[in-house]
């Protein structure tokens, strides 16, 4: 086996199990069906679990090693040889630039200590570059290549989206909440304000989901109109 790069085969496990996982919140932020959802996790699982298990033909004690998207250098995320755990490093010609297991905790332990070598590289990436919130409005520039009503059309799809997205997650929080008031004792006074605080949040909430689901509606109407075969 020792023509196969085990390092690169971890690491593409463990890229693919990360992008697994942020699929599963997206779909679950948009209210996807629960079973795809809980499939998209399933797999992130399995990939996860394989990488662990290629771990152990590592030759050293580096798991990942890959350069840094938006600067020199590269992250290593490496294997603490007795204890088991990762941690992750930013190197740059030599040069430590963060390392997690040299990082001294509140209790006087050291170290990050990451279970699984997927969530460590995760993390460095957070760390090296945060994640960008996506761009809602898109910049109007005329090019040769582009065309007006497809441009329109993307950027209405974008928003009905991203609206659609919002009001399902006020409506998963409306559910949450609805289930923590039938657990609230109406007989005790702490229960009965928690109760009347929980329906005025409540009530707020659904009507602001029922708001935002009706825009999205009337944003993908629009969509339809621009579309060429719309007869509009």
Not at 7 to 13: D, H, R
Not at 24 to 33: F, L, N, V
Not at 145 to 153: E, F, L, P, V, W
Request: charged fraction near 30%.
């Amino acid at each position: 086996m020792n023509h196969i790069d085990i390092t690169s085969a971890v690491t593409t496990l463990d890229l693919h199990t990360i992008w697994l996982e942020c699929l599963a919140e997206s779909m679950e932020r948009q209210g996807m069906d629960s079973g795809d959802v809980e499939q998209a996790r399933h797999h992130a699982r399995g990939l996860d679990k394989l990488s662990k298990n290629l771990v152990d033909f590592m030759p050293d004690d580096t798991t990942h090693r890959i350069e840094r998207p938006y600067a020199s250098g590269v992250i290593e995320v490496y294997r603490e040889p007795e204890m088991g755990w990762y941690e992750w490093r930013i190197m740059d010609g030599g040069t430590s630039l963060h390392d997690t297991g040299t990082l001294s905790n509140e209790d006087g332990t050291v170290g990050c200590k990451y279970g699984s070598p997927g969530i460590a590289l995760r993390d460095a990436l957070n760390h090296d570059e945060p994640p960008r919130k996506p761009t809602l409005v898109r910049r109007i520039e005329w090019l040769p290549t582009c065309d007006a009503m497809s441009d329109n059309i993307d950027q209405v799809n974008l928003l009905a989206d991203t609206v659609s997205g919002i009001a399902a997650e006020l409506a998963k929080a409306s559910v949450n909440a609805k289930a923590q008031r039938s657990t609230r004792n109406s007989d005790h006074a702490t229960g009965r304000l928690a109760m009347i605080y929980l329906d005025e949040r409540t009530r707020t909430t659904d009507e602001l989901a029922d708001e935002m689901s009706a825009t999205a509606e009337r944003l993908r109407g629009i969509s339809h109109r621009l579309a060429p075969d719309s007869g509009a």
